[in-house]
């Protein structure tokens, strides 16, 4: 799939201006975190048995991750791997991953979502500069979208969580903050597709498929391809509910189809999480988040575009 911009509904020059100011008021202030290489030796208080010991139980926690209170001591477990092994991959992979899904499943005070947002794009960083060609890159002044070229198929996973945790960090912020940061999380997820396009059950069509319906008209709007990229997704992965969650939240809503917004909040609610065990908190999550957004629908589609759908259904 093309991910070639649109063209936009203003005139070329009243674009340039409007998106040049915005994304200016946007880079006032950088994202949380340093792309900081780490040593490669671990404490040396802790053997590699013991380290092993702390992975075992921080991966054991993490199975626990539907309960909040489980979910923060795992990513204090992933934390002190990491304090001991600086260089230990997968944790730094799956805490970043953690802080993103605290904030983005569990906490619901937008200030608090933000900051652990911020946690998560640390550690992302931290995880990415794992790559040293990478590192090197942007410690020699290159821009992440740059930079990022070299990253590998290995590096796809921080990748992935760095940008998705960039994207909903900046967005609670407001639009200016989310455009200054455009550039970064465009380049991450097109390397990640790149590499892996099925990575995260389909994961980089999701993020296009939110992308490009949460724009701004000025800055590339297409709800044409964001359904091409919900519906290959979906597709690809129906058993990941979060897919069908931003297709409501975000397509649906922007495109005022009801239709959409109920078809895919009504697969959610009716899905059985047990049969997709390993995301089976994510799904739990993804079901609470749809029965919310359903209670809401009488404030986020016009009177008529629901009484249509009703009259539609009713027959």
């Known amino acids: 799939m093309s991910r070639t911009v649109p063209p936009l509904l203003k005139t070329a020059a009243q674009t340039a201006v409007l998106t040049a100011a915005v994304l200016a008021a946007g880079c006032s202030s950088k994202n949380p975190g340093a792309y900081e290489t780490a040593t490669a030796t671990a404490s040396a208080s802790k053997s590699a048995d013991e380290i092993a010991a702390l992975v075992a139980k921080a991966d054991q926690l993490w199975e626990g991750r539907i309960d909040t209170d489980t979910l923060r001591e795992a990513i204090a ?23 993103y899904f605290l904030a983005d499943g569990h906490l619901t005070d937008k200030d608090a979502k933000v900051e652990t947002w911020g946690k998560a794009i640390a550690w992302g960083k931290k995880c990415l ?9 942007i410690n020699a002044g ?6 990022v ?47 892996d396009p099925e990575f995260y059950y389909y994961g980089p069509a999701r993020y296009w498929g939110a992308y490009y319906s949460v724009l701004p008209s000025f800055a590339g709007q297409d709800l044409e391809l964001s359904a091409q ?9 129906p058993e990941y509910l979060a897919t069908r969650g931003l297709r409501a939240e975000n397509l649906a809503v922007k495109s005022q189809d009801v239709g959409l917004f109920m078809t895919d909040l009504q697969a959610i609610l009716d899905f059985d999480v047990s049969t997709a065990p390993d995301i089976e908190p994510e799904n739990t999550m993804e079901q609470t988040k749809a029965q919310a957004l359903l209670d809401k629908r009488a404030e986020l589609f016009s009177k008529s575009a629901i009484e249509a759908y009703d009259a539609s259904a009713a027959e």
């Open 149 to 195: 070229e070299v990253a590998t198929k290995a590096d796809v996973p921080c990748l992935y969580w760095t940008a998705s945790a960039i994207g909903k960090w900046g967005k609670a912020q407001g639009i200016a903050k989310a455009l200054g940061n455009l550039p970064t999380v465009k380049a991450y997820i097109g390397r990640a597709e790149a590499l």
């Open 229 to 237: 990229y919900f519906e290959a997704s979906v597709a690809g992965a």
């Open 142 to 147: 290159e821009k992440e979208k740059d930079a």
């Open 129 to 137: 500069a794992m790559n040293e060609a990478f590192a090197e890159r």
């Open 77 to 99: 477990a992933y934390e002190a791997v990491i304090e001991a092994d600086p260089t230990h991959k997968h944790a730094l992979t799956r805490v970043t991953r953690a802080w």
